[in-house]
């Protein structure tokens, strides 16, 4: 009788690289998620004394009801539970597209390579938006939620007013986390 044989071939060496940096990214983002209070490592960019412009801030306010402060928190906190939760849900199904792909039979190593490139895309994309949760929260933001898709960022704070500067802080947070262009960074504020 025949011993079987285990061939480990360059496809099954790469699956598993990419799955494990997924699966990397994934519990990286989930540990930087919780709230940070304070940070005493972040500066204002108004306590320095520097003027920094990233080109005209357009504020959104986003009136989520006319009821009273307790409606409105319960509304709030709702729409950042279910944006996290519609975020991960959409997260989680481009995960799957791509092990599903990376895993299908038939494919080139150029396919392969360009599959583990955009692998990779996504999982930096879902470090770099729980770093700059994180970041915002430390600034003394209540909670916030960004979205990034590699040529712009979209954040979603919960304040009950930005001015200039704390718009600038948070544009100098996504772009030094990012490679976006400070004019495809919008800010969205809840109250």
């Known amino acids: 009788m025949r011993k079987p044989t285990i061939i480990i071939g360059k496809k099954q060496i790469i699956m ?7 699966a990397t990214a994934v519990y990286i983002n989930y540990i930087t998620a919780p709230d940070i ?29 006319k009821g009273t402060a307790d409606e409105t928190e319960t509304a709030s906190a709702d729409y950042f539970a ?3 939760l519609d975020k991960m849900s ?25 599959n583990a490139i955009d692998a990779v895309e996504v999982s930096k994309l879902i470090e770099s938006e729980g770093t700059i949760e994180s ?6 933001f209540e909670d916030c939620v960004a979205y990034l898709d590699g040529e712009s960022a979209k954040i979603v704070i919960k304040t009950e007013g930005l001015d200039k500067a704390q718009a600038a ?23």
């Open 16 to 22: 598993s690289c990419l799955t494990l940096m997924l």
């Open 37 to 65: 209070k304070n940070d005493k490592n972040t500066v204002e960019v108004a306590e320095m004394g520097e003027t920094v412009n990233y080109g005209e801030t357009e504020f959104v306010n986003a009136d989520l009801s």
């Open 82 to 84: 279910q944006a996290r």
């Open 90 to 114: 959409n997260r989680d199904e481009a995960v799957q597209t791509l092990q599903t792909i990376i895993g299908g039979g038939d494919l080139t190593e150029d396919e392969m390579v360009v």
């Open 135 to 140: 970041l915002v929260k430390a600034q003394g």
């Open 169 to 191: 802080s948070v544009k100098d947070i996504i772009l030094s986390e990012t490679d976006v262009s400070a004019e495809n960074i919008r800010i969205f504020e809840v109250k």
